[in-house]
């Protein structure tokens, strides 16, 4: 299988960067094609501009590289800390500008914008890795978790992909070095599940 | 009273520039300081870097001035369309930049940041104003408006403010010239109402 892993923290020393290497590992050795993407080593260029807003629009070749490999991934993992209940801005200017319409979605004929549109991504499954310092009471009593809202109805199942699993891994900040071995152990056991072994 | 005003979109034409003009000017008209930021027109680097995440963290004098006006408000407007149930990547950095502790929140001494933070922003009142193509009945059902959560809950109350006010206008992608026009001056009226004009 082909999966996409793409991670967002600007930190290489990071957890997040950890969590990213253990999920391209476990695909590696279950004998899958991995693509992973950076976006800060990267210097993915969030912005996107008025040119590209169209369904018909011309789009720069490194922005349609992102496109093709959205959508052949027959598995897509996103890892990346919670900023404000939302990923850190370059993560999501990799969905402003590579969930594309005629890519990710696209509207029925006729449809101006407004109507329900249809998901065109092929992935079969996936994996959001979250890493937060707000304890699950105060997120789940006081911030709502928009994370799943953001990830779950608004981005992959708008975009045809119905089997998506999301951890959370909290409180980092205060983490002992053992638990973040158990979860790293987690990421991986998440991970196999999902894109096990191939079979021969 | 000092009212800051932040846009979010690439398109100079767009009815997000229609919205952040009528408000400034509704501003304006009533005797206010005004500070308008299209960040897409200032090219606002939306990436947080590892160097700026921590409170003592030295960061730049374009992002001091950011933080300063921040500070200084006592009143902030932002305006944007509805992206996957997020604003634009160029607003979330400003949201991940600018936001910083010290300036927007703190966490009290010895609380390592995994605790309640204190919200540190005087401003008296923020206002929301979105744009979207999807309809209400659709938005509340499936996407559970995030945007909600995201600025009512996870920024602006976070952060001290609590007389928040939003407005989402839709599907704007269908919507007649007339409607957008009273649309506009349903902004002056709201712009108006939170920032009448000073008593002399």
Redesign the interface.
Known sequence: MKVLVVLAH??KLSFNHAIARTAAATLVNNGHDVVLHDL?EEKFD?????SE?LKDSEIPPSIAQYCAQLSDADGIIVVHPN????????M??W??RV?RPGIAYEFEEGD???G?PIGLLRARSAIVINTS???EE?ELA???D?LA??WE???FDLCGIKNIHRTMFR?L??STPEKRHNWLEEVQQTVAKHYPPEAN
């Open positions: 600007p930190n800060y969030a912005l996107l501009p008025t807003i900023w404000w209940g939302q990923p850190p801005a370059i999501k200017g969905v402003d969930f101006k914008g407004e329900s310092n707000t304890p105060r006081i911030f709502g928009p809202a953001i109805r608004c981005i409180v900040v205060t």
